[in-house]
Each structure stands twice: as C-alpha cells, then as structure tokens.
C-alpha cells in the first residue's frame, strides 16, 4: 500500500520550535514526529510513502532519505509555493494507479489502517475519511454521516450549536486517484473546504470511517509537550511507545550521571550527556543529545531539545528548549515557556511563565 504525507506546511502554531525546524521533524522523544508516523504506517503493511515537501526540505530528505533504515521507500515532492492540501497531492498524482492514504503530517493515532482500507474498498466510495470524536467541535472540521456511513456534510469550525455530531476530520482520508483527475494543477486546492464539499455536491460517494482511541494534532505547544508525556507514562500509547514507557529511566550512549544526582522516572537522556552533582530532574521529562545539565539545576517535566547546556542551580518547570540554548547560572524558566534556538539567557534570568523566547534572543 501507499501513503503520502502532507509536511509542506511552515508549522507557524508552533513557533519558535518550528523557526529553523520542520515540523515534521520536531522531536518526539528524542526521535522525529514523522519517524513515529512512518513506524505506524510500516506496521499496518504501507511500503511506499510520499512527502509533500515545502518548508526546510532539505532537512526532512537528509533524515530519510530513501526510506531504507527505516524499512520503506521514500519518494519526495517538492512544491515551489504552497498548493494546499489537496493541491500537494495533485502535486503526486502520477505516483498512483490504486487507492491510497493521505495523512496530515501533524497527527499520530492508532487508527487501523488496514481496517481503513478494507472498508473503502467494500463500501465503493471514492473517497473515506477517518472520523474521530471530539469534546469541543469548534476546532475542527465536523462531517456528519447517514446512518450507514455515507457522509452528508462537512462544515468547518462550527458553532457548538450548527451540528449534531461529534465526529470530526481526523486528519487520514483514502482516495481513488481518479478524484484528482479534474483538478487544477499547481493550484492551492483544499481538501477540507473545496475538493470534498465538491465530490459531494456532484453526488459522489464519500464515506466515513470512525474510530475511538489515540489520537493528537501536535500543531500547537502544549499539544506537543503531550505526546511527548503520553508516550514516556505509557498511558496513551499510539503502537510501540518509547521503551522507557512507565517507571524508568533511559541514559543515552556515553552519557554520565553523578551519584549525587536524583532521577524520578520516567526520564529519557540521549548520548553524550553530562548530569551534575545534585541535580534533581522529575518526569516525565526528555533530554536530547549532547546536553549538559550543570550541578544542583532542577528540571520538573520538560523538553530539552540537543546541544543545550544549563548552569548551576538552574530552574526549569514544565516548558520547551530548543537546540542550542545556553541558560546560565541561577536562571528560572517558567511553566508554559517556549524557548526557540540559539537562546542565551544570562545568569540570574527570570523568564515568567507563558514566555515564548525567539531564535537567537539574549534574554538579560
């Protein structure tokens, strides 16, 4: 089966983490958000999957490349501007002959894709949606179905009080690639609020395809410290979590912890780090690779991206640090910050909570 993935986007709900980083490459416990993605795809018997590139390409096609580590084929489109949703994939359209998944690169669930696709293909639809049940519909795309699945309507972002279901846009469809043929090529075309609503309107079978269980949309912060959390306690774990899922802590290659530090799991530490004297860090918290954590610091549930290095007596609570960050001595970094790459935050340096701290700022 084939998959392509839309990852052209600019990520701007997650800035500053996404200024110098794709999106699909943020870190997810010291791996891409899209090596997740791809290792759920592999399980459930996708062996080509293509990526609808636009924003830091570069960066994506150098993790990947052809797919082989990660035990499938990659193929790469890149677009020049950006075409939408549907337009990206009219972008791919020679690359099918058969019914294939599409997928919003910022979602991870642990939907049954093989279920998925066996459905379509019973049902004689042109296209399926995977359907998701939401507290709050106001945020999402809302597809309301007859009762034998056949989708009647779509209405974006509605008010609580314009439908009569909870089911919304999960963010997978499956197409047949004949419903790409009369489309406008490079053109921006929206799945959501043209291409679908059109099928529709010209009395084509669209069906949808619900399921309960793990689903997130990574787009904004706190969404991503989440998942991040999610799959180190284990407790919504979409397919294989990290190995350190419960009460554990994983040390990476070559990194040294000192006796005197205190870890309260579950924790992860990549290679080639340094933990000082007295250090006190409580999970669920994550640490990239090559970081060094200066003695008597305290870091309570965060994510620290790679190359970061923290003074003594530094204080860190619930918030994000990209690459590259230097935080001196006696700093404090507040519940709900975002701190972006390069930072330099001078010594004594209070950043109040909520803060998001752009690349490349020296914070006095």
Partial sequence: MKAIVLVGGEGTRLRPLTCQTPKAMVPVVNRPFLEHMVERLKKHAVDTIVLTLCYLP?????????????????????????????????????????????????????????????????????????LIPVEDVTQFGVVETAPEGRITRFVEKPKANEVGTN???????????????????????????????GLLASGERLTGFPFTGYWIDIGKPDNYMELNYHLL???????????????????????????????????????????????????????????????????????????????????????????????????????GCVVGDDVKVTPSCVIQPGTKVWPGTLVT
């Avoid at 690359?95 to 599409?102: K, N, Q, R, W």
């Fill in 58 to 130: 570069e960066l994506i096609q150098k993790y990947f490349k052809d797919g082989a580590r990660f035990g499938v084929k990659m193929v790469y489109i890149e677009e020049k501007v950006p075409l939408g949703t549907a337009g990206a994939v009219k972008n791919a359209e020679c690359l099918f002959d058969e019914p294939f998944f599409v997928l919003n690169g910022d979602v991870l669930c642990d939907l049954d894709y093989g279920a998925m696709m066996r459905a379509h293909l019973a049902c004689g639809a042109v296209a399926t949606i995977a």
């Fill in 167 to 197: 089911m919304v846009n999960a963010g997978t469809y499956i197409l047949d690639p004949h419903v790409l043929r009369d489309m406008p090529r490079n053109k921006p075309v929206s799945f959501e609020r043209q291409l679908f609503p």
């Fill in 233 to 335: 306690i284990g407790a919504r774990s979409p397919g294989k979590a990290s190995s350190v899922a419960g009460a554990v802590v994983e040390l990476g290659q070559g990194t040294s912890v000192d006796p005197g530090a205190i870890m309260d799991a579950p924790v992860v530490v990549g290679e080639r780090c340094s933990i000082g004297a007295g250090v006190v860090i409580k999970g669920p918290t994550v640490i990239g690779n090559g970081c060094r954590i200066g003695p008597g610091a305290r870091l309570d549930r965060v994510i620290v991206w790679n190359n970061v290095s923290i003074g003594k007596n530094a204080r860190l609570e619930h918030c994000i640090v990209a690459n590259n960050c230097l935080v001196n001595d006696n700093c404090c970094i507040g519940e």
